[in-house]
């Protein structure tokens, strides 16, 4: 009696396994196959070319030679290049917590177009204010960098596409 309760325990077991195995791969399937395209769409660059112009090759020098990176390819190419293309650099420069107000300024002092009054938050109990940079100078894709009331930097964003 053991042995035929225990054979059929084992079957049971068995498809159990098997089936959760299936329906295991099944979801992993779906899933991949649901996020795939979102992740493949993600990752290309929309068409700069309808909302703004390229920079200026002034501008391309400008930015090249500040954030000193002469040999990047953004500044031997002879194709267009869009203000969003610098945006990675530019964001990468600039510490969190460490660079200061006037960090930012040596580098992209020229391109700043507004900062707002500072802003009070009492529940984090921080003062901070934000000012934009716009390489292309139309509005259209800016750095943003929040400063706490010490003048560092406490947030950076770009926008790029449909941001």
Do not use: H
């Not at 992993?28 to 700069?48: E, F, N, Q, V, Y």
């Not at 960090?103 to 921080?126: F, H, I, N, Q």
Request: charged residues 25%; glycine residues 6%.
């Amino acid at each position: 009696m053991n042995k035929q309760m225990a054979a059929g325990e084992t079957t049971v077991n068995g498809m159990s396994r098997r089936l959760f195995i299936v329906n295991l791969a099944l979801l992993l399937a779906i899933s991949c196959g649901c996020t795939l395209p979102i992740s493949i769409a993600r990752l290309r660059k929309p068409d700069l070319s309808k909302y703004t112009t390229p920079l200026d090759s002034e501008t391309i020098q400008d930015i090249c030679m500040n954030f000193e990176i002469k040999d990047n390819r953004l500044c031997t190419q002879d194709r267009p290049v869009y203000a969003p293309d610098f945006f990675p650099i530019i964001l990468s420069t600039f510490e969190r917590g460490v660079s200061t107000r006037d960090d930012v300024k040596a580098k992209l002092g020229r391109y700043e177009y507004g900062c707002e009054p500072p802003t009070y938050e009492p529940s984090s109990e921080l003062t901070y204010y934000v000012c934009s940079y716009d390489l292309k100078g139309d509005r259209v894709f800016f750095v943003g960098i929040w400063y706490l009331d010490n003048d560092v930097v406490w947030r950076m964003t770009g926008t790029i596409g449909d941001d």
